[in-house]
C-alpha cells in the first residue's frame, strides 16, 4: 500500500537552518512525512539534487500600471510561469492605487486579474498613493482582515509619493494592525535638483539616469524612513537598497533594536552604471530605480546579504519591452527621464544567486534558502505554510541540480521580454523541478498545469521574531496607547 500521493527519495534536503539527507512524503498537497524508505503512488528521484523549500517572490511589478501610464509586459499568466520556471512556487506582486482609487476597487481589479492566471499561489502588496482619511479609517483595515497584510509607500514620484506626516500616518494604522510598511526610499527633491541640470546641460541619454539619483538621496531618505518608523516603533521594509552608505543605516537601525528590514535585488550584485553606458536608446533597458551603483557598491551589497543585514532578495521585476510598448514609449531616443524605470529578472533571481553566491562560497545552502524563501514567508504572514520543509507545510518544493548548466538567452526564459540583463552568461546549477502543493508545476522542461491553478494567499501579520523594539514615552499619548506620558 502507498501510503503518500507523492515521495521525493534520495535528496538532500536544505532548509534556513538545517542541510540533512531524507525522503519527502507528500498527502494532500502537504509534507506529510520526512524520513528514510517512504512509498508513494509516484516518485520523484532526487539523488544528487538539493530539495530546497519553492522561492517566495516578494517584489515583482505584475500585470501593472506605472505611473507613468505604461502597462509591465507581464500578465499573472506569463509572469507566474516565468517564476515558476526560476524555482518559486508563490509571488507576492503589487496591486497599486492610482489617485482617486478606493483600495476596495484595487483589490477587485487585481483579483481579476490574478485568479483566472497565475499558475502558483499568490498575493499582493498594495501600494498606497492616495492615504484618505478613509483610506486609512475604512479600507486599508479592511485589506489588513482579507489577509492582504503590506503595502508600500513611496517617497519620491509626483503621482506616488507621500510627505512624512502621511507616512507617519499610514505606520501608525500598521503597527495598530502589526502590518507591514514597505519602503521605496529616495530624495524626491534631490533627484529632482539633479534632472533638471543634467537636462538643462543636455545630458539627456538613459546612461545618465544613474547620475540623477544620486547615492545621497537613497541614503537620506532610507535615515528619514527609519526614524520615523522606529518613532511609531513598527515593522518597516527597505526596498531594493543599492549603497553601502543605506545599507549600514539599515543596519544602524536594527543595532538600537528597531524593526527595520533590508531588501536588495540581483541586479544590485550583478550589474554597474558601465552597463548603461551604450550606443543610442540600449541603455534604457538598464534603467532601474535606485539605479545600478559601481564595482564598490556591488562588494558592498553582497557583504549586507553575508553579513544579515538584508534579510530578502527579491527580483523588483519590472518588465517593460525595449519597443514602444514600454521601454521606447516615448520615441526611439528617449531622455533618462522618459525611459520606463525597471528591469526583469524573475525567473533569474535564484538561479543567479545559487550559481554566483552558493556554488562560489559566497552563501551557505541555507542562507540561499533565507534570503530567497523563509524570511520572506516569515516577513509576510505565510510561514510555516510557506518557506520550510516540515511536516505540515505546504509541499512547496524546488529540486535543483547543481551541475546543470545553463546559458541565458531572452529565448530561453519564459516571461513576455525581448530582452533580459544577462544574456549570454552562464548559470551553474537550476531549479529541474518545481512543486507547489503536491503538484509538479515545471518538469522536463516543461509546464505541467493550467493557468488559473494558482491560489490566492490569505496572509497573517508581520513576524518579528528576535527584532526587539521599544515604545518612545512621548507617542504614548499621541497613538492613545496610554493616558500621560512616561
Known sequence: ?????????????????????????????????LGTGLTGAKTINASGKYVLPGGVESHCHIEQESSMGIMTSDDYYSGSVSAAFGGNT?????????????????????????APKSVIDYSYHLILSDPTEAVLRD???????????????????????????????????AREHNAMTMVHAENDALIKWMSNR?????????KYHALSHP????????????????????????????????????????????????????HYLFLTSDDMDLPGADGAKFCCSPPLRDETAKEAIWRG???????????????????ETGKLRAGPNPSFKECANGVPGIEMRLPLLFS?????????????????????????????????????????????????????????????????????????????TVISRGRVVVADNDLKVARGSGEFLKRGPVDCTGMPGHLPPELDVALNFGAELR
Not at 500521493?5 to 519527502?24: N, P, Q, R, Y
Not at 545553463?406 to 513576455?416: A, E, M, P
Request: hydrophobic share 45%; net charge negative; glycine share 8%.
Open 215 to 266: 547615492r545621497a538621496a537613497e541614503v537620506e531618505a532610507v535615515h528619514r524612513a527609519t526614524q520615523l518608523a522606529g518613532f511609531i516603533d513598527t515593522p518597516m521594509l527597505i526596498v531594493h537598497v543599492s549603497t553601502e552608505k543605506a545599507a549600514n543605516v539599515i543596519a544602524q537601525a536594527r543595532l538600537e533594536g528597531n524593526k527595520i528590514f533590508g531588501e536588495t535585488c540581483p
Open 139 to 173: 479600507e486599508l483595515p479592511a485589506a489588513f482582515e482579507e489577509g492582504i497584510m503590506s503595502f508600500k509607500v513611496f517617497m519620491t514620484y509626483d503621482m506616488m509619493k507621500v510627505d512624512d506626516g502621511q507616512m507617519l500616518d499610514v505606520l501608525s494604522i
Open 305 to 323: 546579504l553575508q553579513n544579515g543585514t538584508f534579510q530578502l532578495l527579491s527580483s523588483d521585476h519590472a518588465p517593460y519591452r525595449f519597443d
Open 356 to 432: 554566483e553566491g552558493v556554488q562560489k562560497g559566497r552563501v551557505s545552502i541555507n542562507q540561499f534558502v533565507a534570503l530567497t524563501s523563509t524570511n520572506a514567508a516569515k516577513m509576510f504572514g505565510v510561514h510555516p505554510r510557506k518557506g520550510t520543509i516540515a511536516v505540515g507545510a505546504d509541499a512547496d518544493i524546488a529540486i535543483w541540480d547543481a551541475n546543470e548548466v545553463r546559458t541565458i538567452t531572452s529565448d530561453s526564459l519564459h516571461d513576455n521580454m525581448n530582452y533580459t540583463p544577462y544574456e549570454g552568461w552562464q548559470i551553474n546549477g537550476w531549479p529541474t
Open 198 to 206: 543634467l537636462l538643462d546641460r543636455d545630458y539627456k541619454a538613459p
Open 90 to 114: 508563490t509571488i507576492i506582486p503589487f496591486a497599486a492605487q492610482m489617485k482617486g482609487q478606493s483600495l476596495r476597487e484595487v483589490i477587485d481589479l487585481y483579483h481579476s486579474r490574478a
Open 1 to 33: 500500500m502507498n501510503d503518500f500521493d507523492l515521495v521525493i527519495s534520495g535528496g538532500t534536503v536544505a532548509t534556513a537552518v538545517d542541510t540533512f539527507a531524507a525522503d519527502i512524503g507528500i498527502k494532500d498537497g502537504t509534507i506529510a512525512a
